[in-house]
């Protein structure tokens, strides 16, 4: 065994070792605090029930059904508890480390990849999310293993492409935005030195591979088809993709775990410090903030130092990649034999570029995603020939942020929680920068004697610095909601729930032949596995005892005491801030 496998070899059991902490520490807070907070996991939670026969049927069909599935595997050895989606969901967190340390070992050496994983996983984004058994995590890993494969398959082995294309669908039933990682993934091919003479190459394998990723989803549309489930995934993304109108929505909306904010085509640059460095509410939950140019002051939350090193670093990065495309060396291989190619190259970089900007949000997003595509595949054309090694990954990891950026930019709703699907890029260009950086002392005689220790002592600093400041947030911060709120019930919420729950289930032998509505509904029909109505605005209407009745509602769970309850309902359960009322 050589040195660089044993650096890989302890990288990786290192990543495995911090991530694994990490998570477990942040599940033995939020298996306390449940799901009751995030309603929309219990969606999951009811279809793993479904899935595993526990449950009549699912809240609802047209969820990413995987997540679920796992879940259901688990269910149907007789263990059913909301704890489940957050421990599957969260091994996610831990694949996704070692993912991305693979990716960037495939451009860096063993302590920056290193560094670059440690500062993905200490993104306070990710942090944030990584144990809540919501998707964005899950989707996050799958997405990087997906591109890692395909990489592998250019650069190694083409037979990687066999496995990179189904982990790709299953990333996409995952987490149904997924699916944005495939333009980046093809892309790769294209950015090679000569495209067409690798495709004629390896077409044989490239074909297989597309079609076990074919198989694949064959597989599971046939299982969507067997057990009648609708292919809500298609209006979905047809209907995001038209434009950022508001009426073109309609469908495409789905409920958010956090303050929406619409028709914001800032709101990701805005907040894009504080994904990478916040003090504030991490790791239990994110507040989002903005600079306010008028002011020149942060308003909401405010990044933290690490945060401005890092954008920093990010920066200077991005000068010196410019720079050194600029340089004369580079400029002269670029523009030696210049030709009509060449010209056409220049055009098809700069008009798409242009109309992108102009009608970004104005068209549909797969015209705005051609664009782009053109226009970043022209530019890497026009200066592939200059002196940049492994420029294909670098432009990939750029266009396959753009993409994404693109996306959720175009979605009406903002939530920060999917600026998840930008971090790679982030803890991508930091990398870089570092690399860039050290290209450029090597030029000065002061550091280039110490060059060695620099490079050693930088990546050092910023993971300690990462972990230790992770460590702070966690030994200051006490848990929140998703909002940021605090309530003091926060700990205990969720079992008063299920407390109340088991409680009618052994009391009422025939509950599952009544009606039953519930403010917490999916809650509470994943507690009862049942079917149970949500009281939406209907529980804040004065005739709403009335509505009760004239729906033959048995019993009703309340978060809280409801005022609207009158004659005919009473309270037979309660515990804490859940109410249980029974029909008269």
């Not at 990288?11 to 495995?16: A, D, E």
């Not at 595997?73 to 421990?87: A, C, P």
């Not at 609708?230 to 775990?257: L, M």
């Not at 294909?392 to 750029?398: C, G, K, L, N």
Request: net charge positive; aromatic share 16%.
């Amino acid at each position: 065994m050589n040195y660089k496998n044993k650096m890989d070899i302890i990288s990786i059991i290192l990543i495995f070792i911090i991530s694994s902490g990490i998570l477990t520490y942040l599940l033995s807070i939020d298996t306390k605090m449940g799901v009751y907070y995030i309603h929309d996991v219990y969606l999951y939670l009811n279809n793993g029930l479904y899935f595993a026969g526990l449950s009549p049927s699912s809240t609802n069909h047209g969820l990413p059904p995987l997540i679920p599935f796992l879940c259901s595997l688990v269910f149907k050895t007789d263990y059913v508890s909301d704890s489940v989606i957050l421990i599957i969901s969260g091994l996610f967190y831990i694949i996704t480390g070692l993912s991305f340390y693979g990716l960037l070992r495939l451009r860096f050496k063993e302590l920056l990849s290193f560094t670059g994983t440690i500062l993905l996983l200490c993104f306070p984004i990710n942090l944030a999310w990584a144990s809540k058994g919501m998707l964005d995590i899950p989707g996050l890993g799958m997405s990087i293993l997906a591109i890692y494969l395909m990489a592998l398959g250019l650069y190694r082995n083409p037979k990687y492409y066999y496995i990179a294309f189904p982990v790709l669908i299953l990333g996409f039933f995952t987490r149904y935005t997924v699916i944005l990682t495939l333009p980046a993934m093809l892309m790769l091919i294209l950015f090679t030195g000569n495209p067409l003479n690798y495709i004629n190459r390896h077409l044989g394998k490239l074909i297989k591979g597309i079609l076990s990723g074919l198989i694949t989803l064959i597989a599971i549309l046939g299982i969507y088809k067997i057990n009648n489930i609708p292919f809500f995934f298609i209006s979905q993304s047809s209907s995001i993709s038209a434009t950022s109108n508001p009426g073109a929505h309609t469908q495409a909306v789905a409920t958010s775990t956090a303050t929406a904010t619409t028709n914001n085509l800032w709101y990701y640059i805005n907040n894009l410090p504080l994904y990478i460095g916040t003090e504030k509410w991490i790791p239990y939950s994110f507040k989002p903030g903005a600079y306010n140019f008028n002011k020149m002051v942060w308003m909401g939350n405010s990044p933290s130092i690490i945060s401005i090193i890092l954008i920093s670093i990010i920066l200077i990065g991005i000068l010196l990649y410019i720079s050194q495309i600029l340089n004369k060396h580079n400029r002269a291989r670029i523009s030696k034999n210049k030709n009509k190619f060449y010209y056409l190259k220049i055009i098809l970089f700069i008009i798409p570029l242009i109309v992108y900007f102009v009608s970004f949000t104005k068209v549909s997003l797969y015209t705005s995603i051609a664009l782009i595509s053109i226009s970043i595949l022209a530019l890497f054309r026009l200066i592939r020939k200059a002196d940049l090694k492994y420029m294909a990954i670098d432009f990939m990891f750029i266009y396959w942020g753009i993409v994404n950026f693109s996306f959720y930019t175009y979605h009406i709703i903002k939530t920060d929680r999917y600026a998840i699907t930008f971090t790679p890029v982030f803890a991508y260009m930091i990398i870089l920068g570092l690399y860039l950086i050290y290209k450029k002392l090597e030029d000065f005689k002061i550091f280039k004697e110490k060059l060695n220790i620099i490079k050693t002592l930088i990546p050092i600093l910023l993971i300690i610095g990462s972990l230790g400041f992770t460590g702070y947030c966690f030994a200051v911060n006490t848990p929140h909601t998703f909002d940021n709120q605090s309530p003091q019930n926060i700990l205990t919420a969720s079992q008063d729930q299920k407390e109340v729950c088991n409680w009618l289930i052994e009391n009422d032998s025939n509950y599952l032949n009544k009606t039953i509505w519930g403010d917490d509904w999916s809650g509470i029909s994943f507690e009862l596995r049942m079917n149970v109505n949500k009281t939406d605005n209907l529980k804040n209407e004065s005739n709403f005892t009335e509505t009760l009745k004239a729906n033959n509602v048995s019993y009703y769970f309340a978060e809280g005491r409801n005022s609207n309850i009158k004659d005919g309902y009473y309270i037979i359960k309660e515990k804490n801030n859940c109410t249980l009322y029974k029909k008269a």
